[in-house]
T-cell receptor, first 116, second 112 residues
Framework: DAGVIQSPRHEVTEMGQEVTLRCKPI?????LFWYRQTMMRGLELLIY????????DSGMPEDRFSAKMPNASFSTLKIQPSEPRDSAVYFC??????????????FGSGTRLTVV | AQSVTQPDIHITVSEGASLELRCNYS??????LFWYVQSPGQGLQLLLK??????LVQGIKGFEAEFKRSQSSFNLRKPSVHWSDAAEYFC??????????FGKGTRLHILP
């Protein structure tokens, strides 16, 4: 298994531009999570999906952020328009839940976003 | 609401010395507890997890953690650290609605 795959690994964009981050979860996993990591705030949960349906988006910082999961093997996180304060590492994670919720998450390698 | 506290932002130990990283949690029911490790430029990797049974759990890379309900703690230990253990370590607690809440992390530095 190739694990959780994120693309691109690095993204540098100018303020005001649209940015799209991509994630392919592990096949068969039914939960997908988007996290943002910064030095100041640590690891923040932005949104998560169960069976492609968004369950909790309370962590999405503002309307500039949106996430979709059109099918079980693909998700996107979009920022439009981007701002310098969005600079961070964005992680995608997936998991498979049994009745005891015991598996933990498998993380991708992250996308380092720099907005200049 | 559930929360996780890792009181030490940085820890420095000498190679070969023992290690203990502290983690305290707040949760209303029996928690699912996790330790993850993050090497520079990498995602988080699961070290070990606890959700029931024996309160001393063994993980990968020679790590172990002990769940102490009376102290609301889940400290991570290793008897002898290696230079390759230098990384950031995250404690996390599982919540009823399937979210895992992460602590702020402890960065481990190893002296040669």
């Amino acid at each position: 298994d190739a694990g959780v795959i994120q693309s691109p690994r690095h993204e540098v964009t100018e303020m005001g531009q649209e940015v799209t981050l991509r994630c392919k979860p592990i096949s068969g996993h039914d939960y997908l999570f988007w996290y943002r990591q910064t030095m100041m705030r640590g690891l923040e949960l932005l949104i998560y999906f169960n069976n492609n349906v968004p369950i909790d988006d309370s962590g999405m910082p503002e309307d500039r952020f949106s996430a979709k999961m059109p099918n079980a093997s693909f998700s996107t996180l979009k920022i439009q328009p981007s701002e310098p304060r969005d600079s961070a590492v964005y992680f995608c994670a997936s998991s498979l839940r049994d009745l005891s919720h015991s598996y933990g998450y498998t993380f991708g390698s992250g996308t380092r976003l720099t907005v200049v | 609401a559930q929360s996780v506290t890792q009181p030490d932002i940085h820890i420095t130990v000498s190679e070969g010395a023992s290690l203990e990283l502290r983690c305290n949690y707040s949760y209303g029911a029996t928690p699912y507890l996790f330790w993850y490790v993050q090497s520079p430029g990498q995602g988080l990797q699961l070290l070990l997890k606890y959700f029931s049974g024996d309160t001393l759990v063994q993980g990968i890379k020679g790590f172990e953690a002990e769940f102490k309900r009376s102290q609301s703690s889940f400290n991570l230990r290793k008897p002898s650290v290696h230079w390759s253990d230098a990384a950031e370590y995250f404690c996390a607690v599982g919540a009823r609605d399937d979210k895992i809440i992460f602590g702020k992390g402890t960065r481990l530095h190893i002296l040669p």
